[in-house]
């Protein structure tokens, strides 16, 4: 059988694309997938290559019945087809080939039927076994213990294992039974009164504190930046926070905030003071929310800080009618139930992380800024979320839940 010469000159085109190419427009006339007289030739040195490559392994399989020894098959192989033969590597495995198994096809293994070969039962038990013994280990060490490839490894715990390498979520605390069950009954009994009253949740003023630095640190995650492939990873010096902080109390509503109160680093927040900060509160509410006001439904959800449950703070709350309108506090350890938790201190924290106040009252005017800025479509989400959140709650039966 004689060679065309042009077959050396075959560009570096995977002959599967062209040839399917080829195939769909010659089928379907109106396509607009039309091959050009070039991809028709390269199409046709293609095919005469392949063929050229089986017919040469089909000498190879007559070898092997024969006896003769591989080396001896490539000398043949050379006086016939010339510089188009097949190289010693390739005569070496198709000699072994044929030899295991005198009846193999002279074609290539699909992808598919290569990955069935290391996929097997045993390979995935092995798997299986060495990662019960050690459920961190990585791809590499999985390959390295079993002798299997890591692209092996890879698609046997993806596709027969079905599992996923998944990082520990890092919980305000563990949860005994006992907190677990506070939890799962505060929710239930909440969730029955927004379900009573579907109005409820608009009446409600959420309030909490929390410390604001002159300078906070970046977290990790917001430090990440898209970089090119040769671009070197950038470096940044490790400090710490400023000892410059001041204690901020928050109120607000599915409106917006109704007060912002700062304290000074070095005063503490007793029964007096907070007395005088819910005092300072409520002629704020009556202020922004007349109506609220003066119908006096109006619910105050706050979490069982000591200073909200000093005895004289109840005694206040009794004077002004407000201890039957207090919301129930979520139980202890409960940041993902209490509003100013999960969604005000982070949404503020996030856009402070990193910057560097001249003084405390920068800080103050930017805390103020954010929060004012913040559109009321977000504070009435997060009440309408609460009610999610109780649902929650119960359906993971007082564990820690993901998601809003």
């Given amino acids: 059988m004689s060679n065309d010469s042009s077959i050396s000159d075959v560009p570096s085109l995977h002959w599967s694309h062209l040839l399917m190419k080829h195939v769909n427009a010659s089928r379907n006339r109106r396509s607009s997938v039309q091959c050009s007289p070039c991809q028709c030739v390269e ?10 490559r089986i017919e040469q392994r089909a000498n190879v399989k007559m070898g092997v019945r024969m006896g003769l020894c591989h080396a001896e098959i490539q000398r043949n192989l050379r006086r016939v087809w010339g510089d188009h033969a097949l190289s010693r590597t390739q005569v070496a495995m198709w000699f072994k080939r044929f030899q295991a198994d005198p009846d193999a096809s002279c074609k290539d293994k699909l992808h598919s039927e290569c990955l069935r070969s290391v996929r097997v039962q045993r390979n995935v038990d092995l798997i299986q076994n060495t990662l019960n013994m050690d459920k961190r280990s990585s791809i590499k060490e999985l390959s390295s213990a079993t002798g299997i490839s890591t692209m092996s490894v890879h698609r046997i715990l993806r596709k027969d294992l079905q599992v996923r390498k998944v990082a520990a979520k890092f919980i305000p605390k563990l949860l005994n039974n006992i907190q ?28 909490d504190k929390s410390c604001v630095f002159s300078f906070d640190l970046h977290t990790k995650q917001a430090n990440m930046q898209w970089l090119g492939h040769e671009e070197p990873r950038p470096s940044k010096a490790l400090r710490s926070r400023s000892q410059k902080k001041v204690m901020l109390v928050l109120f607000f509503d599915h ?86 938790d999960f969604w005000a201190f982070p949404l503020l924290k996030k856009q402070i992380h990193g910057r560097c106040f001249a003084d405390l009252e920068e800080v103050k005017d930017t805390v103020r800024t954010i929060f004012r800025r913040t559109p009321p479509a977000e504070y009435h989400n997060v009440f309408t979320n609460l009610g999610r959140r109780y649902q929650k709650c119960i359906q993971s039966r007082g564990e820690y839940f993901e998601g809003h």
């Fill in 180 to 207: 677990k069950r506070q939890r799962e009954e505060n929710s239930a009994s909440n969730l029955r009164k927004i379900q009573a009253d579907a109005t409820i949740l608009d009446r409600i003023v959420t309030c």
């Fill in 255 to 340: 409106a917006g905030v109704i007060h912002i109160e700062f304290l000074n680093r070095n005063r503490r927040i007793n029964s007096e003071v907070y007395i005088e900060i819910l005092r300072r509160m409520r002629e704020s509410l009556c202020r922004k929310h007349p109506v609220l006001w003066a119908n006096h439904n109006w619910f105050l959800h706050q979490d069982n800080a000591p200073c909200h449950v000093f005895v004289e703070v109840a005694d206040y709350l009794f004077t002004v009618d407000m201890a039957e309108y207090l919301w129930p506090h979520p139980p202890p350890y409960s940041p993902d139930l209490a509003p100013c």
């Fill in 43 to 52: 199409v046709f040195l293609l095919l005469s290559a392949m063929e050229s």
